[in-house]
Structure formats: structure tokens, C-alpha cells
């Protein structure tokens, strides 16, 4: 069991301050960083930046299920982004949903982590997501499609920082308690691919830049 295809494209917007469009397999995320910037006076926090996050469909307007990711993505990037160095300003982050077909959240968390990254926001680390799908007869997969994640009884998306801690977790479905953790270790494992292919798509750009 293996991560499907990675492909990343960083500084496709030009008025953007960061951009990159992540894909998996078929999965593609488009995202752009603004900031940070200016905040309007009633969105402003004293003592640390305003983070937004926004997610847009393929097509049509953001539904319930649009809020919930956009949840999970803005405390997820609150985790990694060190608002406290930029009091009273504002950062905001949109997704474009390019295609969905499958482990759409870890696309996205990982689309968001390259991003801030080109737009140069300071982090304290990394955040490498991966999505795994369980079926009723405990069969697990890595980045699942679309298809797979449908069959599924389970789907899990753990996003773990590059020293493999875990940053972030969500779950739909049912499975027992060892086969979380069995899928934890499992999802631990391809994180580690992430972390490389973050590293090899940074020393691409820079190779270019010099």
C-alpha cells in the first residue's frame, strides 16, 4: 500500500503573496495565501493575527460539508502558523477544489502547508496529512479514491508534523480501537513521504530562484 501520484506547483498567482496547487492522484487543490496584511478593525485580535480560511467547491456554492473542512483546515494551520508574531493583522487563506477524487482533507491540509510556505508565513513546523480508508473487513488504504472512500466504512485523515507528532485527526465511520491505531502507524508511515516530497518540491523551487 502506497501514497497515489504527488505532484505540487508553487507560485502560480501572481497577486497572491503564496500559492501552490497540490494534487493527489486525481485530487487537486488549488490554494492562495494573502498575507499578513491588513485587518479590518472588527476582526482584529491584539495579540496575534486574524486567520480565515475559506474552501470552494468544484462547482456551486459552499455547503455544510465546505464549513466543516474549512473547520478542521483553520485549527489545523492555527496550530502550525505562529500568529503571535504578527498582532493585529490578517491571514487569509482560499482553497479551490480542482477535482475530488478522494482524501480531499489531507490534500488540502498538504495544499495549505506548501502555500504558506511559498508565501514565506512563519511556521513552527510542517504538517504532512494522509487519508486512509477501512473497509468493513478491515482492509486499510492510503490516500483512497473517491470510490474506495464510498465502500469504506471508515475514513480517517491524521495530519502529523515532521517529526511524526500528531497535529490533527478526523474520522467518519466506525472501527474498533486497534484498528485506529494499527491505521495511526499505518498513516504514520506515509506521512514520512510527505515530509520528503515537501523537501524535494523546496529544493526544485529554489533550484530555479538561483
Known sequence: MSLRSLSCELSLLARSDGSARFKHGETSVLVSVYGPGQVKPSREILNK?????HLKPKTGLPG??????EKILRDTCEAIILTSLHPRS?????????HDDGS?????????????????????????????????SGEQVIDPTLEQEQAASAVLTFGFSTNSDI??????GQISQDKFYSTLSLASSAGKAISD??????????????
Do not use: W
Open 197 to 210: 516530497f515537501y523537501r524535494s518540491s523546496a529544493e526544485k523551487k529554489l533550484s530555479k530562484v538561483t
Open 49 to 53: 493575527a486574524t486567520l480565515e480560511v
Open 167 to 172: 497535529i490533527t485527526s478526523h474520522m467518519t
Open 90 to 98: 490578517s491571514i487569509l487563506i482560499i482553497l479551490q477544489v480542482e
Open 104 to 136: 480531499l482533507l489531507s490534500c488540502c491540509l498538504n495544499a495549505c502547508c506548501v502555500a504558506l510556505m511559498d508565501a514565506g508565513v512563519p511556521m513552527r513546523g510542517l504538517v504532512c496529512a494522509v487519508s486512509c480508508a477501512v473497509s468493513a
Open 64 to 69: 455544510y460539508g465546505e464549513k466543516a473542512l
